[in-house]
């Protein structure tokens, strides 16, 4: 049966969780066994989310009410998006957040400016961090084209994330999830179409650089512990957006083993698995995510709900 628009909107913001819940136990690891995994997997416990999900929620939300304050409206207003992110913070400031990004939305939350609050750490130029990145998913589900996506994309990550890097990562997932988004499952996924897309989107050499480097993996059975070694997995946007999308193109049309792959990958394993999880769980829906781990997630509920009001 075709997979519905719904269902694909369900599973990009369930994949995004189940991806960050299930990866948060080994955020750090530089290697992650295949039995601890399944033991991850198989335990009866809730799968608690980290700060990937409390923001990807959060710029949800902020989408949703757009919408239904007026559908015409511009998806993004720069000044309550940046309110909203530092409220998400201030609500649950135990999920995990990076150090410079909690100096940031203190600073929001106290009344500075986003554009002069992302400006005040690391010396002025702002968080390098794939913080922008891991939570700007939802945008593809508002897009109206791929240019506009990238456009929101970047302009969710400014209010936070002043380094350019920052906001090329967070343009780059939110293209990845809108071609996600659009791509038919029943059809096999054409990975250099995919990245010829992709390779439109940021001009930087250093992001070109590792579009290749993807291109060039996907060619071989590379082990996670080899992707991760040529293409990082860190938390920097440079180090970890490009990993999340090569761990979707290896497995693209299977969610479950997209974020198992993710997390093999070790490192930043809870943000590389939220965003493949984001791409896998676009392309072939919710109804193709495991059910045991969906009942699981603590905020299934509330992901769903929007998902049911921006697609
Ligand atoms: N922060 C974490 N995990 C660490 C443990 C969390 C905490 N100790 C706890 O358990 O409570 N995970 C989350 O952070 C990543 C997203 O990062 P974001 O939102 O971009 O934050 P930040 O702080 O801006 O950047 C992260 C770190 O990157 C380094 N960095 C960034 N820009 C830099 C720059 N211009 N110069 C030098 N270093 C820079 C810093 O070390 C930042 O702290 C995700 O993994 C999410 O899961
Ligand atoms: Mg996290
Ligand atoms: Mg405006
Ligand atoms: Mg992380």
């Not at 269902?7 to 991806?19: I, S, V, Y």
């Not at 293209?175 to 996600?180: E, P």
């Not at 250093?206 to 059975?221: F, G, N, P, S, V």
């Not at 490192?267 to 969906?294: E, H, Q, V, Y």
Request: glycine share 10%; with cysteine.
């Amino acid at each position: 049966m075709a997979v519905t628009r719904n269902d694909k909107c369900r599973g990009l913001l369930l994949g995004a969780g189940l991806g960050d819940a299930l990866g948060a136990p080994f955020e750090g690891r530089s290697r992650v066994g295949s039995a601890t995994l399944t033991a991850e997997e198989e335990a009866p416990s809730n799968l608690v989310h980290t700060d990937d999900t409390a923001l990807t929620l959060a710029l949800a939300e902020h989408l949703a009410a757009r919408r239904a304050a007026n559908p015409l409206d511009d998806a993004i207003d720069e000044d309550t998006l940046a309110q909203r992110f530092a409220e998400a913070w201030r609500r649950e400031p135990w999920r995990g957040f990076g150090g410079g990004i909690i100096e940031v939305f203190g600073l929001i939350h106290e009344g500075v400016p986003w554009h002069r609050a992302s400006r005040a750490i690391f010396g002025g130029e702002g968080s390098f961090g794939n913080g922008a990145a891991m939570r700007v998913a939802p945008v593809a589900l508002v897009g109206r084209s791929l240019q506009h996506t990238v456009e929101l994309g970047y302009r969710s990550a400014v209010v936070s994330h002043a380094h350019p890097d920052a906001q090329h990562g967070a343009a780059l997932q939110a293209a990845a999830a809108f071609l996600a988004l659009c791509s038919d499952p029943a059809t096999p996924l054409d990975s250099t179409l995919f990245l010829q897309g992709l390779g439109q989107v940021v001009h930087a050499p250093a992001w070109q650089d590792k579009l290749d480097r993807i291109a060039e993996l996907l060619t071989r059975r590379s082990t996670p512990q080899h992707a991760g070694a040529i293409l990082g997995n860190g938390v920097a946007a440079l180090e970890s957006v490009p990993t999340a999308v090569l761990a979707f193109l290896r497995n693209p049309d299977d969610s479950a083993e997209t974020i198992r792959y993710a997390i093999h990958i070790g490192g930043d394993t809870d943000t590389i698995a939220s965003m493949a999880g984001a791409l896998a769980g676009a392309r072939n829906g919710a109804k193709a995510l495991p059910t045991r781990w969906i009942r699981r997630l603590e905020p299934t509920a509330r992901l769903v709900e929007l998902a049911d009001r921006l697609s």
